[in-house]
């Protein structure tokens, strides 16, 4: 039972403009919420969090928007540099629950 | 300030032997996670150790096990190996104490797996 899904396996995005990732979860218990940027051969990277009491968390240029009435995550990255491309993964816990559940992820290309 | 460290980073196995793979956590953390990464999966969480306990299990067959040691550095062993198990096996480990709170994980470069 996947609770959180990434149904854009890939996503291709020219410099400078701005790349989406979606993200949609089906737990409503699910509170904290993260997302991961993971290069071949390394382990995920944490990038960004935001927990359900905020509705957007900035860092940079990478921004993350919480509707929890849809239970739909995205990250908006602004503006995409060939070096984020990479795959995301977004994650999600419960408030009470020491487990985080994964995406499947999304392997963005940013063409110079 | 070390990262979380995983060794070996490479490992080649044969159907029916047995693995044993090691993390060592960031210091300071107490909660470590294991998790199975294979081609166009997401990350399948395995289990997850505070403080020596297993709080939680993921939906894996007994063959895959764990433990947690006092310095927090934790092991994960396969045994019977199956061609399937051949994978990345990432780690985890994050501040969350036994209340919770919002701390995100950090994870090694883990061990990539290979069954012959």
Known sequence: DQQVKQNSPSLSVQEGRISILNCDYTNS??????????????????LISISSIKDKNEDGRFTVFLNKSAKHLSLHIVPSQPGDSAVYFCAARTNTGNQFYFGTGTSLTVIP | KAGVTQTPRYLIKTRGQQVTLSCSPISGHRSVSWY??????????????????????????????????????????????????????LCASSLVGPAGGNQPQHFGDGTRLSIL
């Open chain 2, 36 to 89: 199975q990464q294979t081609p166009g999966q997401g990350l399948q969480f395995l289990f997850e150790y505070f403080s020596e306990t297993q709080r939680n299990k993921g939906n894996f067959p007994g063959r895959f096990s764990g433990r947690q040691f006092s310095n927090s550095r934790s092991e994960m062993n396969v045994s019977t190996l199956e061609l399937g198990d051949s994978a990345l096996y």
């Open chain 1, 29 to 46: 218990m699910f509170d904290y919420f993260l997302w991961y940027k993971k290069y071949p051969a390394e382990g995920p990277t944490f």
